[in-house]
């Protein structure tokens, strides 16, 4: 049975006005993982067919959830960082990405947990999860995030001062730090 993007949109919705916690959230995961399965959905948003980079594709008016489509050309390393007062999801459509989770110690960051996306795998980091992504060329991913993210408050980690500094997010190219 098709699973498109207004199903995930509307179980999200009805998932994060009833419980905007880490449990919702990984409900939110599991769907996510759920949509990555639905061909129809697939060949319009992360796709060869696809526009090239990053796009939103749904806001929700409702409870702020954002869902991003990424069709990536280039390989890319981020460096470690957070999404502010927001979480995220992230879907591998296509390729995969290697995420590391950091833990904050008394003189910088240490890696606390690897793992790797590949087609079909969400994984979520919540409020505040320190973490970076690595991805091939020709990846294709989904992204949903608590909050509208252009203007938020994040952390990114400055390997030169080796400590985690806020910025202020402008608009897409907030996006593409991943
Ligand atoms: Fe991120």
Redesign the pocket.
């Known amino acids: 049975m098709a699973y498109l993007l207004a199903d995930f949109c509307s179980d999200a919705r009805e998932i994060l006005s009833a419980d905007d916690s880490a449990r919702g959230r990984e409900a939110v995961r599991a769907r996510l993982e759920q949509l990555l399965t639905d061909d129809a959905f697939c060949a319009e948003y992360v796709s060869d067919d696809a526009p090239r980079g990053m796009r939103q594709i749904y806001e929700d008016e409702a409870t702020g959830f954002c869902v991003l489509a990424y069709n990536m050309t280039e390989p890319r390393k981020?460096p470690p960082?957070d999404?502010g007062r927001s979480w995220?999801v992230?879907g591998q459509a296509v390729g995969y990405t290697d995420m590391t989770v950091w833990k904050e110690t008394g003189c910088g960051l240490e890696p606390e947990r690897e793992f790797r996306l590949n087609a079909g795998d969400a994984g979520l980091?919540d409020v505040r999860d320190i973490?970076s992504?690595e991805y091939g060329a020709g990846a294709r991913f989904v992204r949903v995030t608590g909050v509208e993210m252009s203007g938020e408050a994040r952390r990114v980690f400055d390997p030169e001062a080796g400590t985690l500094r806020e910025i202020e997010s402008v608009g897409a190219g907030s996006a593409r730090?991943?």
């Open positions: 981020s960082h999404h995220a992230y980091f973490h992504i730090s991943g």
